[in-house]
């Protein structure tokens, strides 16, 4: 998009940038925070975050508000109705982003009556790498940065092949010792949620792409295939 000679109009879109990297910086705090509540064994923690999930909604529901606004009163064409109708799918995968994180936390809650299954070292680590790439999808984003959405893009691999690593590795403990399925179901579900938070990072930084340069890249994401993953194990 470029600079608007009405200043009004481009403090609208300033203050929608800046509301979505609000959001997404809530979002990414609530992801942290739930694998840390999984890893610590923190229940108080998960519930915490479960009950502050209103505050993503409220941000959902106050970025629709801005950018329909806009839309309404500006009636934008060309980069900029790609840019606010875009940023409206964005909302959406932040705030169904949320909803993940919270999933994972109710699913720490009942890890922590479990006994503990083992250190967790993939988990923290998917987890870290997905919260890396939605700050730079949002950056690429906001700073109009094509080649880093891109990159973003690439990097949704690396997550899915976490996403099979946890899985085989699960499937062995709760294969060795039945005792263990039910921690390990709780953490599959933890990982699989990762994975999709992942699905909804790209979606953003395939969206950002498209806003810059007008074009969408090539459908190639390959998602892991638990039956074959469960073969394989």
Same mark, same amino acid.
């Given at each position: 998009?470029?600079?608007?000679?009405?200043?009004?109009?481009?403090?609208?879109?300033?203050?929608?940038?800046?509301?979505?990297?609000?959001?997404?910086?809530?979002?990414?705090?609530?992801?942290?925070?739930?694998?840390?509540?999984?890893?610590?064994?923190?229940?108080?923690?998960?519930?915490?975050?479960?009950?502050?999930?209103?505050?993503?909604?409220?941000?959902? +529901?106050?970025?629709?508000?801005?950018?329909?606004?806009?839309?309404?009163?500006?009636?934008?064409?060309?980069?900029?109705?790609?840019?606010?109708?875009?940023?409206?799918?964005?909302?959406?995968?932040?705030?169904?982003?949320?909803?993940?994180?919270?999933?994972?936390?109710?699913?720490? +809650?009942?890890?922590?009556?479990?006994?503990?299954?083992?250190?967790?070292?993939?988990?923290?680590?998917?987890?870290?790498?997905?919260?890396?790439?939605?700050r730079d999808a949002l950056d690429a984003f906001?700073?109009?940065?094509?080649?880093?959405?891109?990159?973003?893009?690439?990097?949704?691999?690396?997550?899915?092949a976490y996403y099979a690593q946890i899985f085989?590795?699960?499937?062995?403990?709760?294969?060795?010792?039945?005792?263990?399925?039910?921690?390990?179901?709780?953490?599959?579900?933890?990982?699989?949620?990762?994975?999709?938070?992942?699905?909804? +990072?790209?979606?953003?930084?395939?969206?950002?792409?498209?806003?810059?340069?007008?074009?969408?890249?090539?459908?190639?994401?390959?998602?892991?295939?638990?039956?074959?993953?469960?073969?394989?194990?």
């Amino acid at each position: 998009m470029s600079q608007h000679t009405d200043r009004e109009y481009e403090a609208e879109l300033t203050r929608l940038r800046e509301r979505i990297l609000l959001m997404g910086a809530k979002v990414e705090e609530v992801i942290g925070g739930a694998l840390r509540s999984v890893v610590e064994r923190d229940p108080e923690r998960a519930k915490a975050l479960i009950a502050g999930d209103r505050e993503i909604d409220a941000l959902e +529901v106050e970025n629709d508000e801005l950018c329909l606004r806009i839309l309404a009163r500006r009636q934008p064409v060309a980069s900029d109705l790609r840019f606010l109708t875009i940023a409206l799918k964005i909302v959406t995968d932040l705030e169904r982003m949320g909803d993940l994180a919270v999933n994972i936390s109710e699913r720490s +809650v009942e890890l922590a009556e479990e006994p503990p299954l083992k250190p967790y070292v993939d988990l923290p680590k998917m987890g870290e790498d997905v919260r890396r790439m939605l700050r730079d999808a949002l950056d690429a984003f906001v700073a109009r940065d094509a080649d880093r959405a891109a990159e973003v893009i690439r990097r949704d691999s690396g997550i899915d092949a976490y996403y099979a690593q946890i899985f085989r590795e699960l499937l062995t403990y709760m294969m060795e010792d039945p005792r263990n399925i039910t921690a390990c179901t709780h953490l599959l579900f933890c990982a699989k949620n990762l994975e999709r938070i992942g699905d909804h +990072v790209t979606n953003i930084a395939e969206n950002a792409y498209y806003v810059m340069t007008g074009t969408q890249l090539p459908a190639n994401r390959p998602k892991v295939d638990e039956p074959a993953a469960m073969s394989a194990a």
